[in-house]
């Protein structure tokens, strides 16, 4: 008997190599080892993801040359990858990839220093921190502590442990108040190492534990039973703004902790959730690895090295943390489920969010997908059986939902400003915010200061050369037109490009024009403004964090202000433009639209004060307005649900992408044709072929865009027509590039 094994190589192809495996290599050839292999006439590192025997291997089988350390995955993760690349026909050799550390992907430097993954992290001093614990220690009966030294002392007994760092954010003298208790033995240092992570913040510390509401408690009693059988349990967690679904997660993974298993947090943007990170520490300590993309190599690896190891046993991050190497996985949670960051919209263009009830699935741990809005697709697994619901219909501190009020746009004029999107009625409602000293967050989904610049002599718009869409006018740094899709940018004009009149008006409102409205119109109120031009990474954290600390006034900012931010004083809540989300060429625009005012809604009025919520639209009537008013989530769910069943949309059909593009028109299209043909010759009647049409985005970056759209009922009959067209793009003009897209999010 020969030892075959499968192996995943760096190539842009679907299938897996075969490769002998010789004798002395057998016992350390493990699914999810690493192994440098002879191809073509290079030498790759590629991973095993199967083993065989065979009577009478192929003569023609090269034998692996040499093996990389110790598995670099586990096998469950490896059967895992295995899945996800069978269901977006994508390269085996990519998913790998996803979930391996960057370093790990370093071919040259794997074949110079062949055990790289166990000791990439030598090296590497660990930074320790210094700890403040309590001692059992009873203080003499005669001894009279400072009012700082009793202030310290008994906060220190009640979190548990803390540093001087946040001691010093209470008491001015807390160090040298700390030194003497320790030198009373009330007190003690403790050195714990630091984690290689920057959203690692000195001075947090345990946050006190609520009582769970009856809601809750509910939900923590159901996880807590599945968690105990092991069997794998789907849920789906349906919770309005602030009922505390956070807290549910928590106790939940306090049980699979003492159940010995691991968890996996996925949240939207990490970048944009620094709070919800600090909740996740402030709860386990050290114990959490935070994935995101700020980490450098090294801290990834470091990260990735502690979670293989099974030293951490809770991680949380982005969608690319569905890969975490943890071992014995128990509990996976996705949390604000309906947001479209789950799905990766480059290279293999997975969907975290159902890939994540897939892999508890396999691992038989449990699923949690909590939402105040879910998507139609969990509503949908609800419907199916396949998932069970836990209710917690009110907000976690009693706190009533806010008013939610429409502004008719048609029958509404505009407020001092004399801008209609700020109007009369907003506009009162900011004095009065401002006046009690409460703060407003403002949702605008435009960047930049005008969406578009048109000449007033011949009416056409500035347009990008690369792309079919107006270029977007800046005002700040540099009077410049952008285009929001490549990296055209040039100064304003002074003159129009078609007709040379010098009457160029700008036209809408974005971010930048609002914000600077607002600043004339309210000079004594603090406006900050919150989206990609101003925040990346820590920039979001900083302005989050003065808003917290009330140094502003009036936040103005893109979607970024819709996630799930808790921010106690703020009471009112401005949708500018509701039209703009609806009119999105897209079937799932409406259920986005209708998140979106949802979600910014529930962040008003979270404190003690009650929150009120304004929305401007044109159409007054739409349903997904009228059911946000009523922050009736179930109403619109059902009509939308009845609507997509009419329509065959998903969740009642199932759709394929296909997306060509290229620099010439009509060999695109061409190709785009061929593809066509071929789907249709294989599609039978169980599967409907549309198109090829033009992209909603007909050019962009210099390419045409045509694309091409599978749905049908059957999964197994849409594969079979996506695999012949996915085969078939083999064989296309070299510059001509198609993409498959299985169960597709974006449409643009
Ligand atoms: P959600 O994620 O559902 O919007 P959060 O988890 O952010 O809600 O909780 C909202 C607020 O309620 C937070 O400030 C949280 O600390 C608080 N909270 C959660 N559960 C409880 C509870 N049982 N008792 C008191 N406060 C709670
Ligand atoms: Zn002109
Ligand atoms: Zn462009």
Redesign the pocket.
């Known amino acids: 008997m020969t030892v075959i094994a499968e192996l995943a190589l760096p190539v842009p192809l679907a299938h897996t190599f075969s490769y002998v495996v010789p004798p002395h290599l057998v016992a350390r050839v493990q699914k999810g080892v690493r192994c440098v292999c002879p191809f073509r006439s290079k030498k790759l590192v590629g991973v095993v993801v199967a083993l065989r025997e065979e009577e009478v291997p192929d003569p023609k089988l090269k034998s692996i040359a040499q093996v990389l350390g110790e598995p670099s995955l586990p096998e469950d993760l490896v059967d895992f990858l295995r899945d996800i690349a069978g269901y977006y026909l994508a390269p085996i050799g990519e998913v790998v990839r996803l979930a391996l550390p960057p370093m790990d992907r370093v071919t040259e430097q794997a074949l110079q220093e062949p055990s790289l993954f166990p000791d990439a992290t030598r090296g590497v001093a660990p930074r320790k921190v210094q700890w403040v614990l309590p001692t059992d220690g009873a203080p003499p009966a005669d001894l009279k502590l400072s009012a700082q030294q009793a202030g310290v002392l008994a906060h220190v007994r009640s979190v548990g442990a803390s540093q001087v760092a946040r001691l010093e954010q209470t008491w001015k003298s807390a160090r040298a108040a700390t030194a003497k208790l320790v030198e009373l033995g009330l007190l003690r240092f403790e050195e714990r190492e630091r984690p290689d992570d920057p959203f690692f913040r000195e001075g947090a510390e345990k946050e006190p534990v609520?009582?769970?509401?009856e809601a809750?408690d509910a939900a923590a009693q159901a996880i807590r039973g599945a968690i105990a059988d092991g069997k794998g349990h789907t849920f789906l967690l349906r919770?309005v703004?602030?009922?505390?679904?956070?807290?549910v997660y928590f106790r939940a993974i306090e049980d699979t902790k003492a159940s010995g298993r691991s968890t996996i947090v996925l949240v939207p943007e990490i970048a944009l959730t620094p709070q919800l990170v600090a909740r996740f520490r402030g709860r386990f300590g050290d114990d959490v690895a935070v994935l995101h993309s700020g980490l450098t190599p090294k801290e990834r690896l470091g990260m990735w090295s502690r979670l293989r190891s099974g030293q951490v046993d809770v991680v949380i991050g982005a969608r690319s943390a569905l890969f975490a190497p943890v071992a014995k996985l128990g509990l996976l949670v996705v949390d604000e489920e309906h947001d479209p960051s789950f799905k990766q919209e480059e290279g293999v263009r997975y969907q975290a969010r159902d890939m994540a009830i897939l892999r508890a699935h396999r691992g038989n741990a449990v699923a949690i997908l909590g939402s105040?809005t879910p998507s139609l697709e969990t509503e949908y697994l609800v419907i199916e059986g396949k998932a069970r619901v836990l209710e917690?219909p009110t907000r976690?501190?009693a706190q009533e939902l806010p008013e939610v009020r429409v502004i008719d746009l048609r029958k509404t004029g505009p407020g001092p400003t004399g801008d209609k999107r700020i109007s009369l009625p907003l506009h009162r409602a900011l004095e009065d915010a401002l006046a009690r000293g409460e703060q407003s967050i403002l949702f605008l989904n435009r960047r930049g200061f005008s969406p578009s610049a048109r000449c007033e002599a011949c009416g056409k718009h500035a347009e990008c050369p690369n792309c079919s869409v107006a270029l977007t006018y800046h005002k700040r740094r540099g009077s410049t037109l952008r285009c929001h899709y490549c990296d055209y940018e040039i100064p304003m004009l002074a003159n129009c490009t078609h007709c040379g009149s010098g009457e160029i008006a700008l036209e809408g409102i974005g971010t930048e024009r609002l914000e600077e409205t607002l600043s004339a119109a309210f000079p004594t109120a603090r406006v900050a403004r919150l989206d990609r031009d101003v925040a990346s990474g820590k920039e979001v954290e900083k302005i989050l964090t003065r808003v917290r600390n009330r140094e502003v006034d009036i936040l103005v900012g893109t979607q970024m202000v819709t996630k799930?931010h808790?921010l106690p004083a703020v009471t009112l809540v401005g949708v500018i433009n509701a039209d703009a989300a609806l009119s999105i060429p897209d079937f799932r625009a409406a259920e986005r639209a209708f998140h979106l005012m949802v979600q910014v809604a529930?962040r008003a009025g979270?404190g003690d004060a009650k929150g009120r919520v304004l929305i401007q639209t044109y159409d007054p009537d739409h349903p997904a307005i009228k059911a946000a008013v009523r922050h009736d989530v179930r109403a619109f769910t059902e009509r939308e649900m009845e609507a997509r069943k009419e329509l065959l949309y998903p969740p009642y059909a199932r759709l394929v992408l296909v997306r060509v593009d290229g620099p010439d028109e009509a060999e695109t299209l061409g190709a785009a044709r061929l593809l066509a043909e071929v789907a249709r010759r294989v599609a039978g009647n169980a599967v409907e072929v549309v198109g090829p049409a033009p992209a909603p985005l007909t050019r962009l970056k210099a390419r045409f865009r045509f694309r091409l759209m599978l749905r049908g009922q059957s999964r197994k009959h849409l594969r079979d027509v996506a695999r012949a067209v996915y085969a078939a793009m083999a064989d296309l003009p070299r510059k001509v590039h198609a993409t498959v897209d299985i169960d597709p999010v974006q449409f643009l």
């Not at 703004?241 to 807290?247: I, L, Q, V």
């Open positions: 609520p009582t769970l509401t809750q919770g703004t602030g009922s505390g679904k956070t807290e105040a917690l976690a501190r799930g808790d529930g979270r």
